[in-house]
């Protein structure tokens, strides 16, 4: 079968198109044809050496995906061969950027059946962050208000959408290019990043503060004193510490998304309800990921890209 995989960490010419042996699942496993997988910044990351997920070489990249049973392992109940499904797999093995994928049997949900099975690989672990931040983390209620910080990104607008969902006020931040998708998302109040200063911009405190930016420490510091007494900042960039204020119990949490079958299951309702929209910007075949992460390497992918298998 056709696989992209590394044999060693480094640049985007680590990565190779090749014929790897399609693997089998052992118990309490199951083996996906595979649509699509999604490109997160992580897989760069992995790739390149510099974040601290012990891979084992060679390694296929892509933990979300999504795709087609078409083998199942000893002790596996309530999936069958033929069902279409979406994952977020461990980040350690291999990953959906290939023609079959081995995947653990509790990593894996039905798949939405309101979009098409590829564009479903988009879906998990960024869903699976906005909802661990606003909830798990921010403990979020309704009628209370959120500032996201940097929302023109794909986990920002799930956020959006969520806590609009459980009775939220969301104020965000956005650059120019992206204002008109943030407030497409549902934001009650949308703020130029690049026209104002966000201290003097909001108009009140807020509950929590969700930030999804790489922002100076200093001024990420200096955003806590938009938080009223009591409440939280949450942060997906774990590069740099989350700040609080003990003094006022402000709480201070970094989010680092894990699996969880049940909630997955429930973002899955939500697209199929209509009421989580999920975000597809580009689609490329196996053989052009390279390339792909050779443009991470330069500066952010914009949306969501997903890797067609096939």
């Not at 997920?53 to 002790?75: E, R, T």
């Not at 806590?224 to 949490?253: H, I, K, N, Y």
């Not at 209509?274 to 992918?301: D, K, N, Y």
């Amino acid at each position: 079968m056709k696989a992209v995989q590394f044999h060693e960490v480094g640049g985007p010419e680590v990565l190779q198109l090749t014929e790897i042996e399609q693997p089998v699942p052992a118990a309490g496993e199951v083996r996906l044809r595979v649509a699509a997988s999604a490109f997160n910044a992580a897989d760069n990351g992995m790739r390149a050496g510099f974040l601290p997920i012990p891979v084992v070489l060679p390694h296929v990249p892509g933990y979300d995906v999504s795709g087609i049973v078409d083998a199942v392992g000893k002790g596996v109940e309530g999936i069958s061969a033929g069902d279409p499904v979406i994952g977020f797999l461990p980040m350690e093995q291999d990953g959906g950027a290939a023609d079959y994928v081995i995947a653990p049997a509790d990593a894996v949900v039905a798949a939405p059946a309101t979009i098409p099975l590829a564009d479903a690989a988009a879906l998990p672990s960024v869903a699976l962050t906005a909802w661990q931040a606003l909830v798990d983390e921010g403990q979020l209620e309704a009628g209370q208000r959120l500032l996201i910080v940097g929302a023109g990104g794909v986990v920002g607008k799930y956020a959006i959408q969520l806590a609009k969902r459980a009775g939220v006020h969301v104020v965000a931040t956005a650059s120019p290019r992206s204002i008109d998708a943030v407030r497409a998302a549902g934001a009650d109040e949308v703020i130029d990043h690049t026209a104002v200063d966000l201290l003097g911009a909001v108009d009140g405190q807020v509950d929590v503060l969700l930030n999804l930016a790489p922002i100076e420490p200093e001024r990420f510091a200096a955003l806590v004193a938009l938080v009223r007494d009591g409440g939280a900042v949450v942060s997906t960039t774990a590069f740099m510490q989350t700040p609080g204020d003990e003094t006022r119990g402000v709480r201070a949490a970094t989010v680092y998304v894990r699996p969880n079958r049940e909630r997955l299951s429930e973002l899955v309702s939500l697209v199929d309800a209509g009421q989580l929209t999920v975000e597809v910007t580009r689609r490329i075949t196996l053989a052009e990921l390279p390339a792909l992460h050779a443009e991470a390497s330069v500066g952010r992918v914009p949306g969501k890209v997903i890797v067609l298998a096939g």
